[in-house]
């Protein structure tokens, strides 16, 4: 069993930053694929970024490649976000989950744990 909570979203002007952290329960956090997913309001969950479990790889959807980076510390059990450029279409809730498996994650958005979200909204 995983638990993960999300922590760093706020309100910030477009063309700012932002970086969420998601810190995770568990003694096995470095056995799994960890990935952001958000849902604007009105608007089906999407998948955002992952990464596999050890760090070396990472997969961005389209629209945040450039601009949001993932990244993980096994030995604090965190993941994060790093949000520059944002934009006001990237107000949504970010989620965070974690995945035995990084293709699935990264492909179909497939997430075994999930955590309750952060609120970011971007104003313009």
């Known amino acids: 069993q995983v638990q993960l909570v999300e922590s760093g979203g706020g309100l910030v002007q477009a063309g700012g930053s932002l970086r969420l952290s998601c810190a995770a329960s568990?003694?096995?956090?470095?056995?799994?694929?960890m990935g952001w997913f958000r849902r604007a309001p009105g608007k089906e969950r999407e998948f955002v970024s992952a990464i596999s479990d050890d760090g070396g790889s990472t997969s961005y959807t389209d629209s945040v490649k450039g601009r949001f980076t993932i990244s993980r510390d096994n030995a604090k059990n965190t993941v994060f976000l790093q949000m520059n450029s944002l934009k006001p279409e990237d107000t949504a809730v970010y989620f965070c989950a974690a995945g035995i498996n990084f293709r699935s994650m990264s492909t179909v958005g497939r997430g075994d744990y999930w955590g309750k979200g952060t609120l970011v909204t971007v104003s313009s």
């Open positions: 568990g003694r096995t956090f470095g056995s799994y694929a």
